[in-house]
């Protein structure tokens, strides 16, 4: 079997945004990172790190098809009072057989975009967000 059947495309991944399939997406990232403080002593030349906390960050790009993310997340918004959102990724399957997934939680969405036009150019939606925590759901 060649290496490259093991190769995991984005093209076969699946994004659900609490349950409902986005499948107009062009693109996703989340990342955790962590906050952290430099430590040193003295008498000690060596650099320690103290872990403060994560910070959980992403962006979904979607091409522009629909209002969903204006129904999701304008009132939310407007009152400042925003909806209770989960995602869920799929990265999509090696050789039909293994998915691994994640699960973000307590997302909140920190731009909305009202416009964005360009002659000639397809619309695409940047929806950027934090999340508090994240689970491994499948692992490859």
Known sequence: MSKSNNVITGDKGRVWVN???????????A??????????????PKKYTL???NNIEGTIT???????AQKL??????????????II????????????????ENVVFTELQLAKLEAGEMVEE????????????ELI
């Not at 009132?75 to 989960?86: K, Q, S």
């Not at 990724?89 to 973000?104: D, M, P």
């Open 31 to 44: 990342k955790c990172s962590l906050e952290t403080d430099d430590i040193r002593f003295v008498g000690d």
């Open 73 to 86: 997340l304008a009132e939310g918004f407007r009152t400042l009072n925003m909806p209770d959102v989960e």
């Open 62 to 68: 979607i091409k522009k098809t629909d209002s969903r």
């Open 126 to 137: 940047e929806l950027p967000f934090t999340a508090s925590s994240f689970e491994y759901l």
């Open 19 to 29: 349950t409902e399939l986005w499948a107009n997406l062009s693109s996703i990232e």
């Open 51 to 53: 872990i403060k906390g």
């Open 89 to 104: 990724i799929a990265t999509g399957t090696i050789n039909g057989k293994k998915t691994e997934r994640v699960k973000l």
